[in-house]
């Protein structure tokens, strides 16, 4: 009924620019058109604020892959360092410390050597090297009883050693 009012309202503009049917027409279709435009608006509005949501999220996705990933990179280079010396890294996770244990680590192997090779074969002591190099050579140090733990062999030990320094 709105629409038919506005038709023939509006074939003849001049002769029905006061007529009441017509204004009311014409004011209930402003009212119409703002009501929808207030809809219009709060829905845009809504997915305006979607949009920046979902935007944030993914600025914030995009942050928390750059930490990960400079995270990473930190962990990876300590290891490097760390590998050189023979040491594990702190983990995260135990599952990473048996790989890290398995993989390709530098170890010191050092040989057990038992008390009768070190005091039979002596002490040796690096010395300068008289050739004017800088490699560093060795020498022989003579052997040194080596100290007991008794009480009575320490105390014989010192008296020893008071009478030979004494004659």
């Known amino acids: ?3 038919a009012a506005m038709v023939r309202c509006s074939a003849n503009r001049d002769a029905t620019r006061y007529d009441a049917e017509c204004v009311n027409a014409r004011q209930a279709s402003q009212l119409i058109e703002s009501k929808n435009a207030a809809v219009r608006r709060t829905e845009q509005e809504a997915r305006s604020e979607r949009k920046r949501q979902a935007f944030r999220a993914t600025q914030e996705a995009a942050a928390q892959a750059r930490r990960r990933v400079a995270d990473a990179e930190r962990r990876r280079i300590e290891a490097e360092y760390l590998a050189q010396f023979g040491v594990l890294p702190p983990s995260v996770d135990q599952s990473s410390v048996e790989k890290e244990r398995s993989g390709n680590l530098p ?5 057990e050597t038992s008390e009768q090779s070190v005091s039979s074969s ?3 002591d690096t010395v300068r090297a008289t050739d004017g190099g800088n ?3 060795s020498a022989v140090a003579p052997t040194v009883e080596e100290p007991t733990s008794d009480l ?3 105390r014989n030990e010192l008296q020893r050693r008071k009478e030979e320094g004494g004659n």
């Open 135 to 137: 490699a560093p050579g």
């Open 152 to 154: 009575e062999s320490i």
């Open 107 to 111: 170890q010191v192997v050092i040989p």
């Open 1 to 3: 009924m709105l629409e």
């Open 122 to 124: 002596g002490s040796v």
